[in-house]
């Protein structure tokens, strides 16, 4: 598979310096491939590395951060080796990213043209009259309602799911070959969410490969065709999008779809998984989901995480999980 | 003692943009009763936050008036306002952006305290680290500061911090969306408990239409600064009755083959 992967990610170790500390090691050995055309999804509690795991890739990390292990190839070149120059003319050209808030994305001093053309113009890729061309089409294609007038407008000035799809529009406009989603539709209802999704969806039609990172699984089920899971900087499970949403195997996946909340489901019991992920200077040892683990088997899961093979495209680090025969 | 904690009459708000005139809000009329959850949904740019910023009065309506605890906003010296101001407080979707960053965690707790002259900085201690444990916040963290914890954990100092004054009502504007499920499910737990342990009244905005069945005791439908259905939860689950609302409701992405299940 990873002969035609777009992005093929293997054992990424990813670490922060801290003071007086050993270095936190916030991904540790993650390995996953995205297709081109497909998309995958990345689900996982806050603070499983899904982020870092992508700023990783990204090569826009804070100071503090170290990558120590893995490799990322995308188009024959390995991303974490590239150094810092070359990354920069993959990104925003090549790759594209959609953030989690559009405020981490978006300077709010600058007009919307002025963000939206910026790729355009810095990768040479079109002059001005077409890049601004461009720019307002893009935002007519996330549904700005008039994007002639509204180009000219500071972000401040739009609510927040309209921001959101401004930011959307920017990471389209050069049509990248992949894109990285970082919890996109949070901030928007949901029929413009099915509006942006399936507007992503073009973008995949046309064989942009996606990595959608999402706590919506109503929405990874929708737009995702593979999908890995994290917990404490480790992929759990890795499965084929259905599959996974069915027939969850590994304890943790089937506790996040236990927490899940469902328009019809109100007088179901809500079953959020108990305490919190761990703190990750103190990775519990062993399989670290042992504290919260309602299958855990001591000693043998406090000391030891096995991954299985379930079946094709598909497994899970955990020695108890069925498996296919 | 009015039954209405909140209610908005006929309010309108315009903006004035480089790109013209804004109606974000028109002509709504919106209560919040004592101790009941009022959902807010509505596609992005409906003007849910704008309705919530002037049900608190953070902003002036352009026409029409909000009366809290039957005290019309508008009409009340500075002074009074400012009385009024603890007993509502507003959590945001994004925790981190409304915690102060140079602030511990209790830091962070014990500061509208001390702004509001509440108890001396030992009780303000005390409080805190109670507020913290309620939430769920391990005490052994207070000292930490507010990057040092995950999103989840962020939302829930907010909330803690949110509810140190003791309000009557809670604005929540999309606490659990940058949440993820998990998490979500345990701040739903935690907002259901201080409903039934505080008699907390909510006014509940979020796109998930799935947190608000669950949460709301009635539901407002905005649309283009507009309330277009208003109704008890399960009635308009049920059978909505506006176009828009059932645009909303057909547009949910299930996440089990048969949802409910
Ligand atoms: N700048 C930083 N300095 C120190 N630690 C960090 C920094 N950024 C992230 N971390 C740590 O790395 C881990 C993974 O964080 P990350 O933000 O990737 O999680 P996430 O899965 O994206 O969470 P969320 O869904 O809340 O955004 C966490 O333990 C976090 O505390
Ligand atoms: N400070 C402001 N200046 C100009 N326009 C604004 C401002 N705040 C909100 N708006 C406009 O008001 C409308 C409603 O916004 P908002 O209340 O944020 O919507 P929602 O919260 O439902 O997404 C939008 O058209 C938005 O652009
Ligand atoms: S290895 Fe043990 S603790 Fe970990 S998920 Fe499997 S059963 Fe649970
Ligand atoms: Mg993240
Ligand atoms: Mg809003």
């Known amino acids: 598979m990873s002969d035609e992967a777009l992005l093929s990610v293997r054992g990424l170790r990813t670490t922060f310096r801290r003071d007086g500390a050993e270095p936190l090691t916030a991904v540790d050995g993650v390995s996953f491939d995205v297709r081109r055309g497909q998309a995958l999804a990345i689900v996982g509690e806050s603070g499983s590395g899904k982020s870092v795991t992508m700023r990783s890739v990204m090569g826009i990390l804070p100071r503090t951060a170290r990558i120590t292990d893995g490799q990322a190839m995308f188009g024959g070149r390995d991303l974490l080796a590239i150094g810092d120059k070359e990354l920069r003319k993959v990104r925003g050209r090549d790759i594209a990213m959609v953030f989690q808030s559009a405020m981490e994305a978006m300077n709010p001093t600058l ?23 461009r720019a307002v089409r893009a935002l007519g294609d996330v549904g700005i309602p008039d994007p002639e007038k509204r180009i000219r407008t500071y972000p401040f000035q739009l609510s927040g799911g309209m921001r959101q799809r401004a930011m959307i529009a920017m990471a389209m406009v050069t049509e990248p070959a992949l894109l990285i989603a970082d919890e996109p539709t949070t901030a928007v209802d949901v029929t413009v969410q099915r509006q942006i999704l399936d507007l992503l969806a073009e973008l995949k039609n046309r064989g942009t490969g996606v990595i959608m990172i999402t706590h919506d699984l109503g929405v990874a089920r929708y737009f995702c ?48 998984i108990p305490g919190s992920p761990p703190d990750l200077s103190h990775r519990p040892d062993g399989c670290p989901f042992h504290p919260r683990c309602a299958r855990a088997e001591l000693p043998r899961c406090g000391t030891e995480q096995e991954t299985l093979t379930i079946g094709p495209g598909r497994d899970a680090a955990c020695w108890k999980v069925a498996v296919d025969a | 003692m009015p039954d209405k904690l909140v209610h908005a009459e006929s309010v309108t708000k315009v903006f004035r943009t480089r790109a013209g005139e804004v109606r974000a809000v028109d002509d709504v009329s919106l209560t919040v009763h004592r101790g009941e959850t009022l959902g807010l949904v509505g596609e992005s740019g409906s003007g849910k936050s704008t309705m919530a910023r002037l049900m608190m009065g953070l902003q002036t309506p352009t026409s029409g008036r909000v009366e809290f605890d039957g005290q019309d906003l508008s009409k009340l010296p500075a002074r009074e306002l400012r009385l009024l101001r603890p007993r509502m407080q507003m959590v945001f979707q994004n925790p981190y952006g409304s915690l102060l960053p140079h602030f511990s965690a209790i830091g962070n707790v014990m500061e509208p305290l001390r702004l509001h002259e509440r108890g001396d900085k030992e009780s303000r201690r005390t409080k805190a680290l109670e507020l913290l444990d309620l939430v769920g916040i391990n005490t052994g963290h207070a000292e930490l500061y507010p990057r040092q914890f995950s999103g989840g954990q962020q939302q829930r100092i907010a909330i803690a ?49 799935a947190v608000v069945e669950r949460l709301a005791d009635r539901v407002a439908v905005m649309n283009k600064g507009r309330v277009v259905e208003e109704g008890s939860t399960e009635d308009l689950f049920r059978a909505p009755q506006d176009d828009y609302t059932r645009q909303l409701l057909s547009a949910v992405l299930p996440i089990r083959q048969a949802p409910g299940l």
């Open chain 1, 111 to 133: 007009t919307l043209e002025r963000q939206l053309t910026e790729h355009l113009l810095w990768h040479g890729i079109c002059n001005k009259a077409e890049a601004r061309k």
């Open chain 1, 225 to 272: 065709d593979d999908a890995v899971v994290m917990y404490a900087g480790r992929v759990v499970e890795r499965a084929p999008m259905d599959r996974l949403l069915d027939d969850p195997r590994h304890p943790y996946s089937v506790g996040l779809l236990g927490s899940g909340v469902e328009v019809g489901g109100r007088e179901l019991p809500l079953r959020p």
């Open chain 2, 161 to 209: 911090r949110a509810l140190a004054l003791e309000p009557d009502l809670l604005v929540c504007d999309e606490p659990t969306s940058s949440l993820d499920v998990s998490i979500q499910a345990q701040i739903l737990e935690l907002f259901t408990d201080l409903r039934d342990r505080l008699g907390l009244s909510f006014l509940f905005i979020s796109h998930n239409l």
